[in-house]
């Protein structure tokens, strides 16, 4: 079974294809039902577009679980291919954006083992290696060029958190800095570090207001390089889920727990897909302004489900009308606790999303 998904000006933007395993499929009967049921499962490929048509990236599925993740530059040329999620089983396999091999190598459970090879933009190989369950037996270490999210170790600030705290808090009481206009809020940020060691880029997952993304920009703007983070003992690119509290006399930045996308096993609610819908709507409180100023549609959550399945760090990914966000995102953080989301049965904290929809009778 397909299904696809279409943009307002009839543009596909996704195709999931799926395994039926009831007796009869109707139509009419709210999708979610089957899912609940488990006679639906995901099986095959999930694809999706961008707006002008090209493939983005497909995951590939077998009973419910990724065994393949299929990444795309813009030209439509393959970038990436991963085999799995959770644990690497299978060929991984990198390409420049002309369609040369960049990197190739075998996993086994999530380890490498087999042949290893590194090739520049002609073709020409760089680097070989044999490992052995996660080991180097034979020829050079060959590391991938990624940004990694779990290297062997994360980029760290040589003389500690505390002496970083004092330098962002300096900046930040300076003459030339933006005004920090809250007494103390927390920012979740995803930080890039080059293989250096230094801040190269970064992305907020927290809802911001007037001058708070300034401050942000403004404090990591040209800071003093980490430690860049190993794997393998060599210096790699990465990536860092960090916390920046700022508050009136104080900042400080500290490393945060993985929160992942997508686990092995997903968050549950208690009662299904259903339940959840009919619960969110059932304590939706339609604020009066947008209601006389007649503003409807759909806000869609992010919300973080921790290991113990407690809701937490609920922001707009997609928003409607100030009013309308702001209900969406209290609605949310009141619900009950999920069963929390597993890899290979250990609880993980996992982000997830919901719609809310704002609808006037």
Not at 40 to 61: H, L, N, P
Not at 254 to 262: K, N, P
Request: glycine letters at 8%; charged letters at 25%.
């Amino acid at each position: 079974m397909v299904i696809s998904n279409f943009d307002k000006d009839g543009n596909i933007s996704r195709k999931f294809q799926y395994l039926f395993t009831g007796k009869k499929f109707n139509l009419d009967t709210d999708f979610l039902i089957y899912k609940d049921k488990g006679e639906i499962q995901s099986d095959g490929s999930d694809t999706s577009y961008g707006k002008d048509g090209a493939i983005e990236r497909t995951f590939v599925y077998k009973e419910n679980k990724i065994v393949s993740q299929i990444y795309y530059y813009p030209n439509g040329q393959k970038q990436t291919m991963i085999p799995g999620i959770y644990s690497l089983n299978g060929e991984y396999k990198i390409w420049y954006s002309n369609g040369q091999l960049s990197f190739s190598g075998y996993y086994k459970d999530n380890l490498k083992d087999g042949d290893f090879e590194q090739f520049d933009e002609s073709g020409a190989s760089v680097k070989k290696g044999v490992y052995k369950e996660g080991k180097l037996i034979l020829g050079e270490k060959v590391i991938a060029e990624i940004n990694y999210t779990e290297p062997d170790m994360p980029a760290k600030y040589a003389l500690g958190e505390v002496d970083f705290d004092q330098y962002l808090t300096k900046k930040a009481l300076s003459p030339d800095a933006p005004r920090m206009a809250f007494s103390q809020k927390v920012f979740y940020l995803y930080i890039d570090f080059d293989k250096t060691g230094k801040m190269t880029d970064f992305k907020n997952t927290t809802t911001t207001y007037d001058n708070e993304e300034e401050s942000i920009k403004y404090l990591l703007k040209d800071c003093p390089a980490y430690s860049p983070a190993l794997v393998e003992g060599i210096p790699v690119q990465s990536q860092q889920r960090m916390a920046l509290l700022i508050s009136k006399s104080a900042v400080m930045l500290r490393q945060e727990e993985r929160v992942y996308m997508e686990v092995e096993e997903m968050p549950e609610f208690p009662g299904g897909s259903l339940v959840l819908r009919n619960l969110l709507y059932s304590n939706l409180q339609y604020p009066q302004d947008a209601a006389r100023s007649k503003i409807q549609g759909r806000v869609f959550v992010n919300f973080v489900i921790d290991k113990e399945g407690r809701v937490s760090r609920a922001s707009v990914s997609r928003g409607v009308h100030p009013s309308l966000d702001a209900e969406a995102c209290r609605v949310v953080m009141s619900l009950p606790n999920w069963k929390p989301g597993r890899i290979l049965g250990k609880p993980v904290s996992v982000i997830y999303t919901v719609p809310v929809n704002f609808m006037l009778q």
